[in-house]
T-cell receptor
Framework: DAGVIQSPRHEVTEMGQEVTLRCKPI?????LFWYRQTMMRGLELLIY????????DSGMPEDRFSAKMPNASFSTLKIQPSEPRDSAVYFC?????????FGQGTRLTVV | RKEVEQDPGPFNVPEGATVAFNCTYS??????FFWYRQDCRKEPKLLMS???SGNEDGRFTAQLNRASQYISLLIRDSKLSDSATYLC???????????FGTGTRLQVTL
């Protein structure tokens, strides 16, 4: 198995632009998580899905952030409009009851 | 109070030393726990699960104390390659929500 696949690996965008991050979870994993990591705040859970259904989005910072999981093999995290304070590494992870496995992350820089 | 708390460190230890980290959690209903390792500019990677009976994997031992609501990770005979940030994770069991601590940084030196 290729593991969790995220794209793009790096994204540099201007403030105000829309950013879409993509994730392909490990086949057979029924939970999917989006995390954001910064030096100041550590690893923060933004939203997670179970069987493609959003279960808890209380970590989503504000209405500029949205996430979807249209099927078991794909999820997106969208930021519109982006702001410099959104700069961070965004991780997607999928899990079974044996633990979560992370993608390599998307390093987002908003200038 | 944070759901999962860890001492951020850094823990600086010489090669060959034994080092232990603790992590406290606030949700008594949490069902399972894990330790993750994260290297600089990399994704977190699953190190081991934590069971009430304890779990040992080579030089690593994880323990869970439900009465005091903490988990621990013991690393024996530290190697330079053990230098990383160690994250403890609780699974609240509510549709498998995983909550991470902020991590404890370990630096093993010669």
């Amino acid at each position: 198995d290729a593991g969790v696949i995220q794209s793009p690996r790096h994204e540099v965008t201007e403030m105000g632009q829309e950013v879409t991050l993509r994730c392909k979870p490990i086949s057979g994993h029924n939970s999917l998580f989006w995390y954001r990591q910064t030096m100041m705040r550590g690893l923060e859970l933004l939203i997670y899905f179970n069987n493609n259904v959003p279960i808890d989005d209380s970590g989503m910072p504000e209405d500029r952030f949205s996430a979807k999981m249209p099927n078991a093999s794909f999820s997106t995290l969208k930021i519109q409009p982006s702001e410099p304070r959104d700069s961070a590494v965004y991780f997607c992870a999928s899990s079974t009851n044996r633990g979560a496995f992370f993608g390599q992350g998307t390093r987002l820089t908003v200038v | 109070r944070k759901e999962v708390e860890q001492d951020p460190g850094p823990f600086n230890v010489p090669e060959g030393a034994t080092v232990a980290f603790n992590c406290t959690y606030s949700n008594s209903a949490s069902q399972s726990f894990f330790w993750y390792r994260q290297d600089c500019r990399k994704e977190p990677k699953l190190l081991m699960s934590v069971y009430s009976s304890g779990n040992e994997d080579g030089r690593f031992t994880a323990q869970l104390n439900r009465a005091s609501q903490y988990i621990s990770l013991l690393i024996r005979d530290s190697k330079l390659s053990d230098s990383a940030t160690y994250l403890c994770v609780e699974n609240t069991g509510t549709a498998s929500k995983l909550t991470f601590g902020t991590g404890t940084r370990l630096q093993v030196t010669l």
